[in-house]
T-cell receptor, first 114, second 114 residues
């Protein structure tokens, strides 16, 4: 079974600084997708970024980027120029290529200090 | 914009009551999901439905059932609520099968069973 591990229950960053959230996963599949979801205090979960395992290039969405290390099964999220609105719970998630399921990590609570 | 709505943001029920949590999506998505979110445990899949009247058990289906009579609506049923079912419940939908697809989440229902 696939597992997703987020080893940092909480992180904090100063506004305008950069922070990296860690995620590792375990799978025997070759075709899969990785996601970072953000859950702000209002509770609506939204997708931040997605990475296809077959792509070597790391995904980027504005201030958000990932460091995808396929051999190490590592998928970290980097937030540059952190803003107060980035404060949220962040979940790393895994999906197999033809699977319906998303497997989530336990989450990292990010605090942004002004 | 995709919209996933849940019938209640907060719900308080008594032990032994039958509880219905309703989820509606307005984008004609085939797949719908019910998750339970608990601190330190992340999101765990209860049930999912890949089409009308079709359902499959997730990781923690015990004590729950679901109903999907119409494509846009997916209901989670607690047949006899217990205190250990006190939790945040999140509904999600997705347009197509396959691991690449983003899941769209509702705002969540905070259920307290006393």
């Amino acid at each position: 079974a696939q597992t997703v591990t987020q080893s940092q229950p909480e992180m904090s960053v100063q506004e305008a600084e950069t922070v990296t959230l860690s995620c590792t996963y375990d799978t025997s599949e070759s075709d899969y997708y990785l996601f970072w979801y953000k859950q702000p205090p209002s509770r609506q979960m939204i997708l931040v970024i997605r990475q296809e395992a077959y792509k070597q290039q790391n995904a980027t969405e504005n201030r958000f980027s990932v460091n995808f290390q396929k051999a190490a099964k590592s998928f970290s999220l980097k937030i540059s120029d952190s803003q107060l609105g980035d404060a949220a719970m962040y979940f790393c998630a895994y999906s197999g290529g033809s699977n319906y399921k998303l497997t989530f990590g336990k989450g990292t609570l990010l605090t942004v200090n002004p | 914009d995709v919209k996933v709505t849940q019938s209640s943001r907060y719900l308080v029920k008594r032990t032994g009551e039958k509880v219905f949590l309703e989820c509606v999506q307005d984008m004609d998505h085939e797949n719908m999901f019910w998750y339970r979110q608990d601190p330190g445990l992340g999101l765990r899949l209860i049930y999912f439905s890949y089409d009308v009247k079709m359902k499959e058990k997730g990781d923690i289906p015990e004590g729950y059932s679901v109903s999907r009579e119409k494509k846009e609506r997916f209901s989670l049923i607690l047949e006899s609520a217990s205190t250990n079912q006190t939790s945040m419940y999140l509904c999600a939908s997705r347009p197509i099968a396959g691991g690449r697809s983003e899941q769209y989440f509702g705002p969540g229902t905070r259920l307290t069973v006393t």
